[in-house]
């Protein structure tokens, strides 16, 4: 009976201490010659210690509700300390009521310059820049924790997309490309996207579209794809108030494939109109759009 008793308090204390996110850290240094160095493993190790053993919000997530995302970085050159990079970040959540899980977001930063000693302590604080290396990968923390927010709660993700502000803010002391309000397209526009009345569009898209799409699914297809459908009409409204913006590339970076799959099987639904719209606000996506069958 005591054992039983201990068990159950190691798994409650298991699941109150478990952190937000469940990361996964790659880092490629084929193109620096030396990717074997052993600096390169150790920065690969610290970024994912760092990543999943910080507490970044005040919620309790249980251990599945844990946010699955990838950091990849591709290092093209160092001296020293300094790095010369670039950065992939994905993050997905799941689908209700199936095994599938979503892509949330998918962004490709080629402005990831930093400064690294092998063995240095990584560690967040607020209040203060303390590298590049850190601020680029907690603003995209804080970024993720806002999109994934907004997917099951309309405009729930406002809380985090300010902290990713804040980081932009503190950032723009350490004068590093990124951060900068006139560069475009750039972490500062991402945040400044997200946070804009202009842009609401697409927060309300990606809410439609899983909560009232994806999520109805596995109970109801054309229900969820018809829904689906609809949440593109709230894309078309911000592309006639602000057309080829930002924003609307990161939305369609995570979602082109995922749309295409989504109407070319199961139940039909009318989307002609939704074919023109598409067509209409991301035209780079064309080839996407065509091998959509219905």
């Known amino acids: 009976m005591n054992k039983l008793f201990l068990v159950i308090i190691l798994v409650i204390g298991v699941n ?15 193109q620096t010659g030396n990717p074997n160095l052993q600096v ?21 997530y249980r251990t599945e509700e844990r946010i699955n995302c990838s950091f990849f970085i591709t290092i093209s ?18 689908v209700y009521g199936s095994s599938y899980s979503t892509t949330i977001f998918n962004i490709n930063d080629k402005q990831f310059n930093f400064n690294y000693l092998e063995f240095q302590p990584l560690n967040y604080n607020p209040n203060s820049y303390e590298s590049n290396l850190i601020s680029v990968v907690a603003f995209y923390l804080y970024t993720i924790l806002g999109i994934d927010a907004d997917t099951f709660e309309l405009n ?12 932009v803010g503190n950032a723009q002391s350490g004068n590093t490309v990124g951060w900068a309000r006139e560069q475009n397209p750039n972490r500062f526009r991402l945040n400044d996207d997200l946070l804009s009345g202009t842009y609401e569009g697409y ?37 006639d108030a602000r057309p080829n913006s930002y ?7 995570a979602k082109a494939d995922e749309i295409s799959n989504v109407f070319s099987g199961g139940p039909s639904v009318n989307i002609a109109e939704t074919i023109q719209i598409l067509n209409r606000v991301a035209p780079t996506y064309s080839k996407s759009w065509e091998n959509i069958k219905f």
């Open 16 to 30: 109150l201490n478990a952190q937000e996110f469940n990361a996964t850290v790659a880092v490629n240094a084929e």
């Open 40 to 60: 390169f493993k150790t920065l690969e190790r610290s970024l994912t210690e760092f990543i999943n053993n910080t507490k970044w919000t005040t919620v309790d």
């Open 77 to 94: 050159s160092y001296d020293n300390d300094a790095f010369s990079a670039t950065i992939q970040v994905q993050a997905s959540r799941p």
């Open 156 to 167: 729930s993700g406002t809380p985090y997309y300010q902290e990713a502000k804040n980081i």
């Open 203 to 239: 927060r309300e898209a990606m809410y439609t579209y899983h909560k009232d799409g994806l999520d109805v699914m596995h109970n109801n297809i054309k229900q969820g794809k018809e829904t689906i459908a609809e949440a593109m009409k709230s894309l078309e409204g911000m592309h």
């Open 247 to 253: 924003i609307m590339r990161v939305f369609f970076d």
